[in-house]
């Protein structure tokens, strides 16, 4: 199976997404799955990830060469972006043949937050506040990666943090109901059709 995965902004999510992606790829049964990261075209930040132009763009270059191509953006609390990456998904399944697949998913708030997810967190830091926090990278995660003193490593951090949290995705699917349990789980549901 191959996987290409399509972040609003690759610069830094390519390092929380593919290590995250690669465990659940294996949860499902699939450890030899080959994941990429969309580089070309790299779409830059929300505006262009969930305008049909720039999507349609990548589906019709590599909709042919991969299995499953994931679209994954942050919600930034926004209440309507489900609606957004819906309607997407129709226009894009409508290009793809019959064995392939297109999903998108929108973390809750943003990808750190899978990243969060997946470490043990500082003491009176609450789970929930942190899921709900409309800014949890500022607040959140920069904190949490100078404190373990990566904030000088590729991404600020996040390849050094990804790789480790995904090392525990049974926890990041537990702490994640909303966004990576379902995309897990509508996977799922297509490689057993």
Known sequence: MKVLIIPEDVKKDQYILKPIITAMMEELGKPYAKVDVCQDPRLRG???ATRWEYIQGIVERY???YDL???CVDRDSEVGRRDQLNNIEQQARSMLNA???F???NAWQEVEVWLLAGHTLPAGWNWSEIREERDPKERYYLPFAEQRGVLDKPGDGRKTLGKEAARRYDRIRRR???DIATLEQRIHEWINI
């Open 46 to 48: 929300i505006s262009q």
């Open 63 to 65: 909709g042919g060469m």
């Open 69 to 71: 191509l994931l679209l």
């Open 99 to 101: 064995d392939s697949l």
């Open 103 to 105: 999903l998108a998913e």
């Open 176 to 178: 994640c109901p909303e």
